[in-house]
């Protein structure tokens, strides 16, 4: 069964086409990488799922278990079963760790989301979720609050660089987890070693699908810089 499904979407900044009529859907429960370089729309189309502010489609339709959620707000797509965890985790001055993880309608003990991201419960429970946590350690946590909720559809975007990144066997140990609890998962990702474990996997180009399929197709032509549609000459680092 589809869970999302988006119907070519466009999506334009200052005059700028970042998303130009991508159409891409997600089965339920199902794995799906999102290759590209940075600069393709892939943190753009996270966003315009997600409903953040600011980020609604020029054109196109996007539906979420049947029902149209184009105008929608964040918190709406929230109650739905949609969850994302950030590319730059967020902070949060005066908030333990503890109460983070069991915020909204979680479903995890927040001890055992913990210990699935690779943190050790006793030494983060009650610290603060602000600047005294690593960027690494926030987005570890991001991720266990993700875990705890058990949505219908994780967005994870993976960050392109920077410090204490989630190792391989990290991620791969999460999307087992969100797998085997029924969610589906929209993995943005530029490591093929990372969309390998997926159901499937697409690439984006030019703020357009250009390809979906195995993962190991599609990441072979993403390594490449290759694929059907522009031959990877349109792909552009930011």
């Known amino acids: 069964?589809?869970?999302?499904?988006?119907?070519?979407?466009?999506?334009?900044?200052?005059?700028?086409?970042?998303?130009?009529?991508?159409?891409?859907?997600?089965?339920?429960?199902?794995?799906?990488?999102?290759?590209?370089?940075?600069?393709?729309?892939?943190?753009?189309?996270?966003?315009?799922?997600?409903?953040?502010?600011?980020?609604?489609?020029?054109?196109?339709?996007i539906f979420?278990?049947?029902?149209?959620?184009?105008?929608?707000?964040?918190?709406?797509?929230?109650?739905?079963?949609?969850?994302?965890a950030w590319q730059e985790p967020a902070r949060f001055e005066g908030l333990r760790v503890r109460d983070y993880l069991t915020l909204g309608t979680a479903a995890e003990e927040p001890e055992s989301a913990l210990r699935l991201v690779g943190l050790e419960?006793?030494?983060?429970?009650?610290?603060m979720v602000d600047r005294s946590l690593s960027g690494g350690e926030r987005k570890r946590i991001e991720l266990a609050s993700v875990l705890a909720l058990r949505p219908k559809l994780a967005?994870?975007?993976?960050?392109?660089?920077?410090?204490?990144?989630?190792?391989?066997?990290?991620?791969i140990r999460v999307l087992d987890h969100l797998r085997s609890g029924g969610s589906a998962v929209l993995l943005i990702t530029h490591r093929d070693e990372i969309a390998a474990a997926a159901d499937r996997a697409s690439q984006i180009c030019g703020g357009r699908i250009v390809c979906t399929g195995s993962p190991g197709e599609v990441a072979a032509g993403f390594k490449s810089r290759k694929c059907i549609s522009c031959d990877g000459e349109v792909c552009s680092d930011e």
């Open 64 to 84: 979420f278990a049947g029902t149209l959620i184009n105008d929608l707000k964040i918190h709406e797509r929230a109650r739905l079963g949609i969850s994302m």
């Open 155 to 171: 967005i994870l975007d993976e960050p392109d660089s920077g410090i204490d990144m989630l190792s391989t066997d990290d991620i």
């Open 1 to 61: 069964m589809t869970l999302l499904e988006l119907c070519d979407i466009s999506y334009s900044v200052t005059g700028r086409k970042i998303l130009a009529g991508l159409t891409l859907s997600i089965e339920a429960g199902e794995v799906h990488a999102l290759l590209g370089t940075n600069g393709t729309g892939k943190s753009t189309l996270a966003s315009l799922i997600m409903g953040c502010h600011g980020y609604l489609p020029v054109s196109g339709e």
């Open 121 to 127: 419960p006793s030494r983060y429970l009650d610290r």
